[in-house]
T-cell receptor, first 114, second 112 residues
Framework: GENVEQHPSTLSVQEGDSAVIKCTYS??????FPWYKQELGKGPQLIID?????GEKKDQRIAVTLNKTAKHFSLHITETQPEDSAVYFC?????????????FGKGTLLTVNP | DAGITQSPRHKVTETGTPVTLRCHQT?????MYWYRQDPGHGLRLIHYSYGVKDTDKGEVSDGYSVSRSKTEDFLLTLESATSSQTSVYFCATGQDDSYEQYFGPGTRLTVT
């Protein structure tokens, strides 16, 4: 099956700085890579995703990059704000066919200090 | 949250008792998933469903069973709860032909 490694497990930045979270995956057949944000006491929320035919995708202050050759992808948050503080999860698809399953990384706790 | 509700939101139960968690969706999504979330482990797939009465195992399915008798409801049953099943359980849904998943608010289960 798929294995996803996520680093770092915790990240603390000053408000206004950038934050980068990195993930690697093992299955070269994976073709969909989402990022989720989980606030305390809530369910994970999809914030951005990228498919294997794209190298980079941006949505305002967040961006995701994908390197299929190296099998790694990253989440970039610019101009961080206190409300960006949360746990972030990366994931990779696996199974193929009609099995739309995701394998998740273990998460990164991001703290943005005012 | 794609119209997903989970019940109960919190439950404390004793070892050896049966427990059923319910996930209800109003989006008519074909796929439904049950995950557990534990510190240091992230989200791990327990079971998933790809249609009414169509279910399959995930990576941590031992000790759990599921049922889906109608599109909107997906039940997770712990036949005989153990302390190792203390966790936060999340339901998610997904549309046909899509990997995008939308999560419910979670159920915190404590087995004493």
């Amino acid at each position: 099956g798929e294995n996803v490694e996520q680093h770092p497990s915790t990240l603390s930045v000053q408000e206004g700085d950038s934050a980068v979270i990195k993930c690697t995956y093992s299955d070269s057949a994976s073709n969909y890579f989402p990022w989720y944000k989980q606030e305390l006491g809530k369910g994970p929320q999809l914030i951005i995703d990228i498919r294997s035919n794209v190298g980079e995708k941006k949505d305002q202050r967040i961006a995701v990059t994908l390197n299929k050759t190296a099998k790694h992808f990253s989440l970039h948050i610019t101009e961080t704000q206190p409300e960006d503080s949360a746990v972030y999860f990366c994931a990779a698809s696996y199974g193929g066919g009609s099995n739309y399953k995701l394998t998740f990384g273990k998460g990164t706790l991001l703290t943005v200090n005012p | 949250d794609a119209g997903i509700t989970q019940s109960p939101r919190h439950k404390v139960t004793e070892t050896g008792t049966p427990v059923t968690l319910r996930c209800h969706q109003t989006e008519n999504h074909r796929y439904m998933y049950w995950y557990r979330q534990d510190p240091g482990h992230g989200l791990r797939l327990i079971h998933y469903s790809y249609g009414v009465k169509d279910t399959d195992k995930g990576e941590v399915s031992d000790g759990y069973s599921v049922s889906r008798s109608k599109t909107e409801d997906f039940l997770l049953t712990l036949e005989s709860a153990t302390s190792s099943q203390t966790s936060v359980y999340f339901c998610a849904t997904g549309q046909d032909d899509s990997y995008e998943q939308y999560f419910g608010p979670g159920t915190r289960l404590t087995v004493t």
